[in-house]
């Protein structure tokens, strides 16, 4: 891939939240080697070394990252982790580029996860497989589909560590009233909006439901879930312009036109979403499930959660960060930055990690702890998330994703602010999709 392409794309990425399932490109799960990948012997150092940890969190989950540390300090003294904050994901994605460039890189960083294919293929982050076998480390305790999101190529480059999904959050009062559940399908999708829509004069006062256009993550799971995809198996074009591809657009065409959907597009659209299902004006809103206390703490109703309906199948894509260690970083700043990884992911830290970040937990183990289930007695509407645990999967990966993603969710912007018909559109952006993914192969 060249260079200038690698840098040009994480300048202009703003996505901040895979083929369906990540193109299958994990390590095996019980931690496959590749080919050429060695890991240095295990060595017990235990001279003083620092580590740098570049991350996102936000200041809420700052409580969780220092108690992290701490106990990892206490486990291994001779290891001082120096949080630093980076900004956003954007931000973050921009300095590392700019620390890559001069040759000084953290030894441990966050990366959001559509931006971790771009970043591997450069080479700029080290290969965790080798890591993997020589410590025996398990991996099947991982979602499937959350480890998967983390690996590009065969190897395996990092863990799910601030993860979230996108969920229907609907206002479990007002459908009980009316008598409806949440279609689970889109074949109940049709019943739904007559039941739910409500108008007067013609005008629209109360939607059916709404997904945001603001971000293609929260649209990419209606593409496979119709039936279609996004890339073609060997990652050499769009398929977009496929029959099977094109019916989500179809549909929220169709949706929208006829005033049962609702879709935000452009700046506040997230906060404008939120106000009118928290004033009743839209029975049920697509939103991360990261946000499902912001929803809980100010409704003046019962709140569920809802998995993503499906047709031909039924996912929902992973949002948020993984933890990955530095390619550049020095050699005993890796083995240091290596024990950090796992204990930042491993299971038994796993539920009150989640706690305290309000991202999901990553291990099928600890659901049935007594922390879990503990969890699940306050948060019972994470069980919609948890009963399609293995259907949370990673987002198309392609190094080129945040570059051309950019093009369908703009054919959607058009649609909505200009009243276009999109499927011309689509047709026109399939082929500047496809020049953009040429120019990387």
């Known amino acids: 891939m060249k260079m200038k392409k690698w840098l040009s794309v994480l300048a202009v990425s703003s996505i901040t939240l895979t083929t369906a399932v990540g193109c299958g490109n994990s390590a095996d799960t019980k931690g496959g080697q590749a080919s050429g990948d ?12 620092t580590i740098q940890y570049w991350h996102s969190h936000a200041d809420v989950q700052m409580g969780a990252v220092n108690y992290m540390i701490a106990e990892f300090q206490k486990k291994y003294p001779n290891i001082t982790v120096e949080p630093v904050y980076q900004g956003a994901y954007t931000d973050l994605h921009k300095k590392l580029q700019a620390a890559i460039a001069a040759k000084d890189v ?14 591997a293929d450069s080479g700029a982050f080290a290969n965790l497989s080798a890591y993997i076998t020589r410590d025996k480390m398990d991996l099947s305790d991982f979602s499937k589909g959350m480890l998967q999101a983390y690996a590009f190529n065969n190897k395996q480059y990092g863990f799910p560590l601030i993860v979230s999904t996108s969920v229907f959050m609907y206002n479990k009062t007002m459908l009980d009233q009316l008598g409806v559940k949440p279609p689970q399908t889109w074949a109940e999708i049709e019943d739904f909006n007559k039941k739910v829509t409500l108008k007067e004069n013609g005008k629209t006062t109360r939607y059916a439901f709404s997904v945001p ?11 496979s879930n119709g039936g279609g995809s996004i890339l073609s198996p060997d990652n050499k074009k769009t398929l977009l312009d496929q029959p099977d591809s094109q019916k989500w657009l179809n549909n929220f065409y169709k949706w929208t036109k006829e005033g049962s959907m609702h879709m935000g597009y452009g700046k506040g659209a997230s ?18 499930s990261a946000i499902l206390k912001t929803y809980l703490e100010n409704a003046k109703f019962e709140v569920g959660v809802s998995f993503i309906p499906g047709d031909k199948e039924r996912k929902s894509h992973i949002g948020g960060a993984g933890i990955v260690m530095m390619e550049g970083a020095p050699a005993k700043q890796k083995e240091a930055a290596w024990k950090f990884i796992k204990f ?39 069980k ?24 369908y969710m703009e054919v959607v912007g058009k649609m909505l602010l200009e009243n276009a018909d999109p499927m011309p559109l689509l047709n026109d952006a399939v082929k500047e999709i496809n020049t953009i993914i040429a120019d990387y192969q």
């Open 38 to 49: 060695v890991a240095p012997p295990a060595v017990e150092d235990n001279s003083p070394v």
């Open 106 to 119: 953290p030894a441990v960083t966050n990366v959001e996860v559509s931006a971790l294919p771009n970043f």
């Open 213 to 223: 256009g603001w971000d293609t993550w929260y649209m990419d799971p209606w593409v």
């Open 271 to 288: 906060d404008t979403m939120r106000q009118m299902f928290l004033d009743g004006k839209v029975a049920m809103v697509q939103h991360s």
């Open 344 to 382: 930042m992911t491993a299971a038994e830290n796993n539920i009150k990690w989640a706690e305290g970040t309000g991202y999901l937990p990553t291990h099928k183990s600890v659901l049935s702890t007594d922390e879990g289930k503990k969890y699940f007695e306050k948060l019972p509407q994470y």
């Open 384 to 407: 919609a998330v948890f009963d399609n645990f293995d259907n949370v999967v990673g987002r198309p990966q392609h190094p080129a994703y945040p570059e051309f993603s950019k093009k």
